[in-house]
């Protein structure tokens, strides 16, 4: 009996900027590649927290790697993670002109039950917070609606590390996240 073939994705997360030393995003990534190792069939890269230099390399990522499935991960200052759903574009990003905004494609019902069944808090927002963050989603949903692909983009938000939020516990959401967004 032969196992379906594994969906391919990309993973993102951004390096630290401001007054985080760590970004949790970065961290969360690098536990969820050592977590899942060979049965994570996702390439993993940080993105700068540049709007231009982040641009220009998810572009070049989505290329290369042709991902069937993409989550983009970045840190916001909340108390529970942020599934988004709508990418507008920020006034300072090199976007390529488009609608105002774009809604990503993801199973938004079985992400929110799976992260709750983590015991991960959890929400869904339509403000990815026009920064970097924002315009790199903007930037995979436009790749899509000039490519087709990939088939499942969404942007998740996890918060600053933390003792009510280690590493793994982030690693977790983002495992739940993706593991819904890989499921048929």
């Not at 690098?30 to 069939?41: F, H, N, P």
């Not at 942020?82 to 809604?103: V, Y």
């Amino acid at each position: 009996m032969s196992s379906a073939p594994r969906k391919r994705a990309l993973i993102t997360a951004f390096e630290p900027f401001d007054k985080w030393e760590v970004n949790s995003s970065q961290a969360g990534v690098a536990s969820l590649q050592r977590r899942r190792g060979e049965a994570l069939d996702a390439e993993a890269h940080i993105l700068p927290v540049d709007h231009a230099r982040a641009v220009a390399r998810l572009r070049l990522l989505l290329r290369v790697a042709r991902p069937e499935i993409l989550l983009l991960t970045g840190l916001a200052n909340e108390d529970r993670v942020r599934l988004e759903r709508l990418a507008r574009a920020p006034a300072d990003a090199p976007l390529r002109p488009g609608p105002e905004q774009r809604l990503g494609e993801w199973p938004w019902t079985p992400a929110l039950t799976a992260l709750a069944t983590a015991d991960i808090p959890a929400r869904i927002s339509d403000n990815a917070g026009l920064y970097v963050c924002e315009t790199a989603y903007r930037t995979a949903l436009d790749f899509r609606a000039q490519t087709g692909w990939p088939k499942r983009i969404c942007f998740l938000h996890v918060p600053p590390l933390s003792e009510e939020w280690p590493v793994e516990r982030i690693a977790t959401a983002m495992e739940a996240v993706l593991t819904q967004g890989a499921a048929t």
